[in-house]
């Protein structure tokens, strides 16, 4: 039936709660469901040996040195999660003015990268393109004369994601937000032997408060001195034009796009998956994950509901996939015996 042709039957005809009134009836109709294969574990990576470094910030989070990240990435692939994504904490020593420990081959990412990927060949490895993590003034791109340059910036991104796909990364994920780096990248994968590395494009990549956390794990927070990212990052008060922010990330050849943050920004996620076929991502971010974290350890919800809660929130709103970092708890939970 549909809904401007005919009216509903009215009650007693209609009576909703007919559908839930038992576990059987309530998982026959439903709509949307959560799946291990629905989930991307984040993981934080630093330099050193069976090395585990909490995250002040983000409650359950720790910073892992390369074996302890296989060793999860093991477990991850186990739960039936598909993928991971890769954040390095770059010691300072290392950040520069120009990012250029970005394309060094022999980076930690780089390094986590091959380890995972011969120890754990099934999980897809997705890493970030930006150069946030390794320069000195935390920006995503080149910064002269107190602007983030973007053609410079998309220039040296290429570099960066040659050097992550010749690591053996599958999915190169820019989340830098520089105009025309998606169509860059792509041309520069193609001749290089990188017809099937896979493009993530942040794409709707908003200038949110709730990245905090998430700029302690990696140390650019210090570095950014209270700097913002909005000339660069989407106005969070508009939906449009994340329409032509994917629009354009599809014809420069991105196979997957990400809305970022995930909660506030449902219906951004709806917006989108009912406009394009392209396969639409969300990030719960470190401030969304910190959020739920604490409002769970001070006993106001149970952990586990509210991320399935919210995580289920995401599917029905339209996104393929969620990046959660609480992707191992939740896909334990989901395939505990209920
Ligand atoms: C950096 C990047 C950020 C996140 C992912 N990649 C932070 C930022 O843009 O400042 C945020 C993820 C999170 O908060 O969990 N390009």
């Given at each position: 039936?549909?809904?401007?042709?005919?009216?509903?039957?009215?009650?007693?005809?209609?009576?909703?709660?007919?559908?839930?009134?038992?576990?059987w009836?309530?998982?026959?109709?439903?709509?949307?469901?959560?799946?291990?294969?629905?989930?991307?574990?984040?993981?934080?990576?630093?330099?050193?040996?069976?090395?585990?470094?909490?995250?002040?910030?983000?409650?359950?989070?720790?910073?892992?040195?390369?074996?302890?990240?296989?060793?999860?990435?093991?477990?991850?692939?186990?739960?039936?999660?598909?993928?991971?994504a890769?954040?390095?904490?770059?010691?300072?020593?290392?950040?520069t003015?120009?990012?250029?420990?970005?394309?060094?081959?022999?980076?930690?990412?780089?390094r986590?990268?091959?380890?995972?990927?011969?120890?754990v060949?099934?999980?897809?490895?997705?890493?970030?393109?930006?150069?946030?993590?390794?320069?000195?003034?935390?920006?995503?791109g080149?910064?002269?004369g107190?602007?983030?340059?973007?053609?410079?910036?998309?220039?040296?991104?290429?570099?960066?994601?040659?050097?992550?796909?010749?690591?053996?990364?599958?999915?190169?994920?820019?989340?830098d937000m520089?105009?025309?780096?998606?169509?860059?990248?792509?041309?520069?994968l193609?001749?290089?032997?990188?017809?099937?590395?896979?493009?993530?494009?942040?794409?709707?990549?908003?200038?949110?408060?709730?990245?905090?956390?998430?700029?302690?794990?990696?140390?650019?927070?210090?570095?950014?001195?209270?700097?913002?990212?909005?000339?660069?990052?989407?106005?969070?008060?508009?939906?449009?034009?994340?329409?032509?922010?994917?629009?354009?990330?599809?014809?420069?050849?991105?196979?997957?796009?990400?809305?970022?943050?995930g909660?506030?920004y449902?219906?951004?996620?709806?917006?989108?998956?009912?406009?394009?076929d392209?396969?639409?991502?969300a990030?719960?971010v470190?401030?969304?994950?910190?959020?739920?974290?604490?409002?769970?350890?001070?006993?106001?919800?149970?952990?586990?509901?509210?991320?399935?809660?919210?995580l289920?929130?995401?599917?029905?709103?339209?996104?393929r996939?969620?990046?959660?970092?609480?992707?191992?708890?939740?896909?334990?939970?989901?395939?505990?015996?209920?």
């Amino acid at each position: 039936m549909s809904r401007s042709s005919e009216s509903p039957a009215a009650y007693p005809a209609t009576r909703l709660r007919r559908t839930r009134q038992a576990p059987w009836i309530r998982r026959l109709v439903r709509e949307t469901t959560l799946q291990p294969s629905d989930l991307v574990l984040p993981l934080f990576l630093v330099e050193g040996d069976s090395l585990r470094e909490p995250v002040g910030t983000l409650p359950r989070v720790d910073r892992l040195s390369i074996d302890l990240a296989v060793e999860t990435a093991a477990q991850a692939a186990n739960l039936g999660i598909p993928a991971i994504a890769l954040f390095p904490a770059v010691e300072s020593a290392l950040k520069t003015e120009d990012g250029a420990e970005a394309w060094n081959p022999d980076s930690l990412v780089c390094r986590a990268v091959r380890a995972i990927k011969a120890a754990v060949p099934d999980i897809g490895v997705i890493c970030d393109v930006a150069l946030d993590p390794y320069t000195s003034h935390g920006h995503d791109g080149l910064l002269r004369g107190g602007k983030v340059l973007n053609d410079e910036t998309v220039e040296v991104l290429v570099k960066q994601a040659l050097t992550l796909a010749t690591a053996g990364c599958d999915i190169v994920a820019p989340s830098d937000m520089m105009d025309g780096r998606v169509g860059v990248i792509r041309a520069a994968l193609e001749p290089r032997g990188f017809a099937d590395t896979l493009i993530l494009s942040y794409a709707a990549k908003y200038a949110s408060c709730f990245y905090g956390p998430f700029r302690d794990a990696v140390g650019s927070s210090r570095a950014l001195g209270g700097a913002d990212k909005s000339t660069y990052q989407m106005d969070p008060a508009n939906a449009a034009e994340a329409l032509r922010e994917v629009e354009l990330d599809i014809v420069e050849g991105a196979d997957m796009v990400m809305v970022k943050p995930g909660m506030p920004y449902l219906d951004v996620i709806h917006y989108l998956s009912h406009s394009y076929d392209v396969p639409v991502f969300a990030y719960q971010v470190s401030g969304e994950y910190a959020m739920l974290s604490l409002g769970a350890d001070n006993g106001l919800f149970d952990r586990t509901a509210a991320f399935m809660e919210s995580l289920l929130a995401f599917k029905r709103a339209g996104a393929r996939g969620i990046f959660t970092y609480a992707a191992i708890d939740v896909a334990t939970a989901l395939t505990e015996p209920s």
